[in-house]
Nanobody, 123 residues
């Protein structure tokens, strides 16, 4: 079982950057595919980015391609989401997720979820 803790959220102006971190408990972090999802006010939670166990395969939502980068450091049990060129529409609570299977863009395959970290982008 894995516990996930997100950090790095905050308030930033449009065009700015933030780096989110998600640190996992356990000694088998490298066996989990990781994903980032977000939920904006009044909207359903949506996929943002995902990365496979080794970090060699990544997926991104069309809305963040070219601006966000997901990465992981298995030695630190941490996955990151580097967010550049932030837009007001990026405002949401960002959630980290871990799954026993391959990286996926859908929520259902993920087994563990963090509590979320707020990202607010002002116009």
């Amino acid at each position: 079982q894995v516990q996930l803790v997100e950090s790095g959220g905050g308030l930033v102006q449009a065009g700015g950057s933030l780096r989110l971190s998600c640190t996992a408990s356990g000694r088998t972090f490298s066996t989990y595919a990781m994903g980032w999802f977000r939920q904006a006010p009044g909207k359903e939670r949506e996929f943002v980015a995902a990365i496979n166990r080794s970090g060699g395969i990544t997926y991104y939502a069309d809305s963040v391609k070219g601006r966000f980068t997901i990465s992981r450091d298995n030695a630190k049990n941490t996955v990151y989401l580097q967010m550049n060129s932030l837009k007001p529409e990026d405002t949401a609570v960002y959630y980290c997720a871990a799954g026993h299977r391959t990286a996926t863009t859908t929520e259902r395959p993920y087994d563990y979820w963090g509590q979320g970290t707020q990202v607010t982008v002002s116009s």
